[in-house]
T-cell receptor
Framework: AQSVSQHNHHVILSEAASLELGCNYS??????LFWYVQYPGQHLQLLLK??????LVKGIKGFEAEFIKSKFSFNLRKPSVQWSDTAEYFC???????????FGSGTRLQVQP | EPEVTQTPSHQVTQMGQEVILRCVPI?????FYWYRQILGQKVEFLVS????????KSEIFDDQFSVERPDGSNFTLKIRSTKLEDSAMYFC????????????FGPGTRLLVL
C-alpha cells in the first residue's frame, strides 16, 4: 500500500517569510497529487492538484507545488506567507485509476504577524 | 459556492449503539466518499460509492459499516455497533468525476463513543 510522508509537523514562520512544506509518497506508478488546506474551524479545501503536464503547478492564494517524479516528491511552496495562511496543510495522493485519497499526517503552519 | 454539508456536527453515543452520520453532497456530483480521522492520526479513506454501489473500500470498512443513498440528496454512513475505537472525525466528500475530479469535503462529524 502506498504511503504519504510530510516531514514537518509544525512550522512557525514570520509574515513575509518563504514557505516550503515537504511531501513524499511511496507508490511507483502513475499518481495524482493534491494539497489540501484546513483553516481553523473550516472544511478541507483544495489548494492545488497535479494530474499530468507541467510539473510546476500553481494553486490558489499564491501557492505552488512542484512534482519531481525521480524524488517521489510534491513539495508545496509560497514565496511570502501571510498571517491568514495559518492553517493545517495536507498532502494527498491517489493512484491513477483509483478513487481513494491517501493523506499525509498534515503540517500545522503558524504565521506570526 | 455549493458545499458538502454534514449532520450532526457532533455526536456522543454509548458503545454498542448504532449511529447514522448524514451527508448532503454537492447536487450535481455522482461520486461519494467517507473518510475518518482519529485524533492525532492521518485522514483515512473508508469507502467510495457510485450508482448505488460501493466502488472501493478500505480494510477499515468492515461489516459493522454500511453506506446508503436513501434518496436523491442524502448519503449516509451507518456504524452498526459502535466501539470505543470508532471515536473520530468523519468526513464526507463528493466529486463530479472520479479519478480526475477534485474531492470536495464536508465539515465533518465528530463522533465520540463512550
Amino acid at each position: 500500500a502506498q504511503s504519504v510522508s510530510q516531514h514537518n509537523h509544525h512550522v512557525i514562520l514570520s509574515e513575509a517569510a518563504s514557505l516550503e512544506l515537504g511531501c513524499n509518497y511511496s507508490y511507483g506508478g502513475t499518481v495524482n497529487l493534491f494539497w489540501y488546506v484546513q483553516y481553523p474551524g473550516q472544511h478541507l479545501q483544495l489548494l492545488l492538484k497535479y494530474f499530468s503536464g507541467d510539473p510546476l503547478v500553481k494553486g490558489i492564494k499564491g501557492f505552488e507545488a512542484e512534482f519531481i517524479k525521480s524524488k517521489f516528491s510534491f513539495n508545496l511552496r509560497k514565496p511570502s506567507v501571510q498571517w491568514s495562511d495559518t492553517a493545517e496543510y495536507f498532502c494527498a495522493v491517489t493512484e491513477a485509476g483509483r478513487r481513494a485519497l491517501t493523506f499525509g499526517s498534515g503540517t500545522r503552519l503558524q504565521v506570526q504577524p | 459556492e455549493p458545499e458538502v454539508t454534514q449532520t450532526p456536527s457532533h455526536q456522543v453515543t454509548q458503545m454498542g449503539q448504532e449511529v447514522i452520520l448524514r451527508c448532503v453532497p454537492i447536487s450535481n456530483h455522482l461520486y461519494f466518499y467517507w473518510y475518518r480521522q482519529i485524533l492525532g492520526q492521518k485522514v483515512e479513506f473508508l469507502v467510495s460509492f457510485y450508482n448505488n454501489e460501493i466502488s472501493e473500500k478500505s480494510e477499515i470498512f468492515d461489516d459493522q459499516f454500511s453506506v446508503e443513498r436513501p434518496d436523491g440528496s442524502n448519503f449516509t454512513l451507518k456504524i452498526r455497533s459502535t466501539k470505543l475505537e470508532d471515536s473520530a472525525m468523519y468526513f464526507c466528500a463528493s466529486t463530479e468525476r472520479p479519478n480526475v475530479g477534485t474531492q470536495y469535503f464536508g465539515p465533518g462529524t465528530r463522533l465520540l463513543v463512550l
